[in-house]
């Protein structure tokens, strides 16, 4: 019988943090929510301006970033590895974060409803099925670095993978605040009540894609090395021999 790889046993313990991670952060914004009476978000208002609740709120979100990059450091052995346990931490917290608000609150009552994603630097809007399909992708592409890098025998997307990852990031936060990049120039009272009444799935849809890239890359790196039996310096950047800083 196999024993359970010490590389598993961090996955599953970043995993379990990330669960417990994304209770906390489905009660918090239940309490808040419940306080200005926006279970809901999508509905007329949707930022109502509170004393002292705005500030908190963006501090907590900054607070909740750190939180998940601190795991993925302490988890991993390179900068790769712990890259990839901060994907992990950070896409199974999105998803068990849906997950626990609709058990605590009944709501979202399907991927289709709109949510307030994010505010930082301006409000993210976007349909639950959105930022839930890049979670998963981040759980996949966290998994298969953290899993299979070593100090000695890197795994990391190449050059292009990569910088077709990025154009897909900032693609996809093109399509979260765009409707919001329109009405920042109108006042704050408009960028407060704005309600997005579309979502741009095509353009999502291309940015998924292009998101996919690098997960590929990794896989066909992970798949020659495994089938050869060592690391290659020939396919670029799949993966590649360097000196572990």
Known sequence: MNRISPEHKRWFVVALYAVAM?????AAVYYLRTLLGRIEPYQPNPLPIATGLSEAELIREIATLVM????GWLAGATWR???????IAFG???IFYYVFLRVITGWPRSLSNWDILFLIPLPWWGPVWAPTAIAALMIVFGT????SDEANRPVWPGRFACGFGLSGVALSLYVFMADAIHAVDKSETALRNLLPVSFNWPVFSVALLLLAVPIVDVCRGVWRRRRTGSST???PGRIIRQREA
């Not at 298969?144 to 899993?147: A, D, F, G, H, P």
């Open 233 to 235: 310096n020939e396919a």
């Open 144 to 147: 298969l670095v953290s899993q």
């Open 68 to 71: 998940l990059l601190t795991v």
């Open 92 to 94: 199974i917290w999105d």
């Open 22 to 26: 994304a209770w906390v952060e489905a």
């Open 81 to 87: 590895s712990r890259a990839g346990y901060s994907l």
